[in-house]
């Protein structure tokens, strides 16, 4: 495993997996006890009991410049900066909490002009 460190976002754990291949990938998740694979020889994981989309769950921090870009309403709700930070700490102390975790460096946007970097931890 790597020694990835995510310490400039406040997470501790060491044992981390960037950009791994689908078959270390598929081999975790085996020896985990997360996931199958099926007929199609498709990796189906185990999501809990929570399954499929949240979409009245969504929320967006309401910040300038974007506020008047986004349509408010039932699906994109209102989120206060201070409420956000509460719930990013809870995240961090969550995965604080974990032995492994996994990261994957990619883009949001098709188009290399306007495409962004992004990490998922």
């Known amino acids: 495993m790597s020694t990835f460190d995510l310490s400039k976002y406040g997470i501790k754990v060491t044992n981390v997996l960037r950009n791994a291949e689908p078959s270390i990938l ?11 694979i099926v007929s199609s020889g498709a990796l189906a994981a185990r999501s809990g009991a929570k399954t499929g989309r949240s979409p009245k769950d ?3 921090v309401d910040a300038e410049p974007s506020t008047k870009d ?14 956000f930070m509460v719930n990013r700490q809870r995240a961090i ?18 188009d290399p002009k306007h495409q962004i970097k992004v990490r998922v931890i």
């Open 26 to 36: 598929y081999e975790q998740a085996l020896k985990r006890g997360e996931g199958e």
């Open 93 to 110: 102390d969550f995965l604080n909490t974990r032995d492994q975790l996994y990261v994957v460096d990619g883009f949001a946007g098709w």
């Open 58 to 60: 969504k929320r967006i």
């Open 70 to 83: 986004i349509w408010w309403g039932d699906v994109n709700i209102k989120l206060q900066d201070k409420t």
